[in-house]
Nanobody, 131 residues
Framework: QVPLVESGGGSVQSGGSLRLSCEAS????????MAWFRQGPGKEREGVAA???????SYADSVKGRFTISLDDSKKWQLLQMDSLKPDDTAMYYC?????????????????????????WGQGTQVTVSS
C-alpha cells in the first residue's frame, strides 16, 4: 500500500485558520482522487473535500466557502486550507486516496466514506477549535 502522511493539525480558536497537508510522494500513478474525511467525538466519519488529479473539486456543504482543497505543483501533496474555523470542525482529519479520478463520484464518496474499500487511508491528524 502507498503510505499517506498527514500534517498540519493543531489547536486554534474559533475564527482561526489551519492548513492540513497530505503527502503521497511514493504514489506513481498520474490519475487519482484524494480527499479529506473527519470524525468528531461520538460522530460518524464524514467527507470534507475531494480533488481529482486534474484539479476538479467537491466539498461538503458544511465547509463550502471556508475550506479550500488543492494540489501542489508536483501533485504529490494535497493541501486543505481551513479558514473561519468553528468548534463543530473539531475532529480527527484523515486523508484518503483512490487510484482513479472520480469525476461525479467524488460527491458520492464524500457522502459515503466506505464507498471505495480499496481506498488508502492515512493515520489522521487532530484539529481542535475552541470557542
Amino acid at each position: 500500500q502507498v503510505p499517506l502522511v498527514e500534517s498540519g493539525g493543531g489547536s486554534v480558536q474559533s475564527g482561526g485558520s489551519l492548513r492540513l497537508s497530505c503527502e503521497a510522494s511514493v504514489y506513481t500513478r498520474t490519475s487519482y482522487c484524494m480527499a479529506w474525511f473527519r470524525q468528531g467525538p461520538g460522530k460518524e466519519r464524514e467527507g470534507v473535500a475531494a480533488i481529482d488529479s486534474d484539479g476538479s473539486t467537491s466539498y461538503a456543504d458544511s465547509v463550502k466557502g471556508r475550506f479550500t482543497i488543492s494540489l501542489d505543483d508536483s501533485k504529490k501533496w494535497q493541501l486543505l486550507q481551513m479558514d473561519s474555523l468553528k468548534p463543530d470542525d473539531t475532529a480527527m482529519y484523515y486523508c484518503a486516496l483512490v487510484s482513479s479520478q472520480l469525476g461525479s463520484q467524488r460527491q458520492w464518496w464524500l457522502n459515503q466514506p466506505s464507498r471505495f474499500p480499496e481506498a488508502v487511508w492515512g493515520q489522521g491528524t487532530q484539529v481542535t477549535v475552541s470557542s
